[in-house]
């Protein structure tokens, strides 16, 4: 069965309507959000809804009627205003670039879950079953949310992602409070919403680059790292998918072969990357072949054998203490905070913190151990 849903909600496509819903939810100490979006053809995700709820109230905001929401946007940049969300990252992400906007306060019920040791992302359809005994309906999960009409099922399901939202924010805040866990929500969320957790440096895109079976010679790597940065950038400033520049296979291609010959190059990029964008893309494969090798720092086998078993370890240590105090192991010491540690790297994030009360003496302990 699907979810029951109150048939008192506001579809909003007028400045007028906006400006009274948020006076009838102004003195609202939470607001439950969700966004619907599209992120196909372009770099940016492309914004086509905000459902807001207070518990009583709750919206639908049609982001195509041109509507300004800067009143909404500074009430969710005051710290008394808790915005939750469900895997808030790429929502937060959105608010940031469509608004210059991250919220003052925000409770992500995903974190809150694992937080209690419930388990590591959860899905809202399963949180919302599991708390409140409602199955919702997930056949809008992939839907063209740009094109109007909205279908009535598309708008429920938009509308149960925040209806929902604010009974399980209320048992879960409960529950974080009575264990004292509240202050490890707000460090978590003050660690990770912050723009470097979403806007990727085109310096390090080379590393997100897809190579068939890892198979790449060292010395070829500088080449593979120019032509990256220049289609993040290009992506970016044009708004495209990074595949509709050039994808991953073209890039490899390109980085393993030097192309001095200029018909050469036609050749192999022939059908595969538009006429449009082949000067700009040999310019940038003749300025990434004259830049100076990458300087890795290359480990043994040896000494990548001791690593590992180094992490597994303390990833031993880190499910101990996760039983012992109830989190999800996954959140408490994630594998690349793990070799963070091992590595010896400055500041460590297991020895701060939330992190640093719970689990850190005891990864100090077994780390000076081996």
């Known amino acids: 069965m699907g979810g029951v849903l109150t048939p008192s909600w506001t579809w909003i496509t007028r400045q007028e309507v906006l400006l009274k819903f948020l006076g009838r939810i102004e003195d609202a100490p939470w607001l439950a959000l969700d966004t619907e979006f599209l992120r196909i053809h372009t770099y940016y995700p492309k914004l086509c809804l905000i459902q807001i709820?207070?518990?009583?109230?709750?919206?639908?905001?049609?982001?195509?009627?041109?509507?300004?929401?800067?009143?909404?946007?500074?009430?969710l940049r005051r710290s008394n205003r808790i915005s939750v969300l469900h895997a808030c990252l790429q929502d937060v992400e959105i608010m940031h670039h469509d608004f210059d906007l991250i919220p003052g306060?925000?409770?992500?019920?995903?974190?809150?879950?694992?937080?209690?040791?419930?388990?590591?992302?959860?899905?809202?359809?399963?949180?919302?079953?599991?708390?409140?005994?409602?199955?919702?309906?997930?056949s809008q999960v992939r839907s063209w949310w740009d094109r109007r009409p909205l279908k009535p099922a598309q708008l429920q399901y938009a509308l149960a992602d925040v209806v929902h939202l604010g009974p399980i924010y209320q048992q879960l805040s409960e529950e974080l409070e009575a264990k004292g866990r509240l202050i490890w929500m707000q460090e978590e969320m003050k660690r990770t919403l912050t723009p470097s957790a979403w806007v990727p440096d085109p310096n390090q895109m080379w590393k997100r680059v897809h190579i068939p079976n890892g198979n790449m010679p060292s010395e070829r790597l500088h080449v593979l790292q120019g032509l990256a940065r220049w289609r993040e950038l290009l992506a970016r400033r044009q708004d495209r998918a990074?595949?509709?520049?050039?994808?991953?296979?073209?890039?490899?291609?390109?980085?393993?072969?030097?192309?001095?010959?200029?018909?050469?190059?036609?050749r192999a990029?022939?059908?595969?990357?538009?006429?449009?964008?082949?000067?700009?893309?040999?310019?940038?494969?003749?300025?990434?072949?004259?830049?100076?090798?990458?300087?890795l720092k290359s480990m043994s086998r040896e000494e990548r054998g001791e690593q590992r078993r180094k992490v597994r370890i303390l990833a031993g240590v880190v499910r101990k203490v996760a039983e012992e105090i109830g989190v999800a192991p996954?959140?408490?010491?994630?594998?690349?905070?793990?070799?963070?540690?091992?590595?010896?790297?400055?500041?460590?994030?297991?020895?701060?913190?939330?992190?640093?009360?719970?689990?850190?003496?005891?990864?100090?302990?077994?780390?000076?151990?081996?």
């Open 330 to 370: 996954e959140l408490l010491a994630p594998r690349v905070m793990v070799e963070e540690l091992v590595r010896q790297s400055p500041d460590p994030i297991l020895l701060q913190g939330w992190r640093g009360e719970t689990v850190g003496p005891a990864l100090t302990e077994a780390l000076n151990a081996l």
């Open 105 to 138: 306060s925000v409770f992500d019920t995903q974190i809150a879950w694992a937080l209690l040791g419930h388990g590591f992302q959860i899905s809202y359809a399963n949180m919302v079953e599991e708390r409140l005994g409602i199955v919702l309906d997930k």
């Open 242 to 266: 990074r595949v509709r520049v050039a994808s991953d296979e073209v890039l490899v291609d390109l980085a393993c072969t030097p192309f001095r010959d200029r018909q050469a190059f036609e």
């Open 269 to 295: 990029v022939a059908g595969r990357v538009s006429r449009k964008l082949q000067e700009r893309l040999w310019k940038t494969l003749q300025l990434a072949e004259d830049c100076p090798p990458l300087s």
């Open 53 to 75: 709820s207070d518990g009583t109230e709750h919206a639908i905001i049609d982001m195509q009627a041109g509507l300004d929401l800067s009143v909404l946007v500074e009430r």
